[in-house]
């Protein structure tokens, strides 16, 4: 979902203002940040730091 949220987002700054775009790692960073907040509201994760999150994704590889 936050993939799709992000390019979305992306998406409209390029169509509707004068916006040149992101890199894909930077587009990359952005998802998982959306991500990691997100997931941090949930009752599962809702004792998670989003930051310990984001960080346990990128040890994982992601």
Do not use: C, Q
């Not at 203002?17 to 599962?44: I, P, Q, R």
């Not at 004792?47 to 310990?52: E, K, M, Q, R, V």
């Amino acid at each position: 979902m936050a993939l799709f949220w992000n390019i979305w987002m992306e998406r409209n700054k390029r169509v509707f203002e004068d916006y040149m775009g992101v890199e894909v790692e930077e587009l990359w960073d952005k998802t998982k940040h959306w991500a990691a907040l997100w997931s941090s509201v949930a009752a599962e994760f809702r004792d998670y730091n989003p930051l310990s999150i984001a960080r346990d994704w990128v040890a994982a590889g992601f």
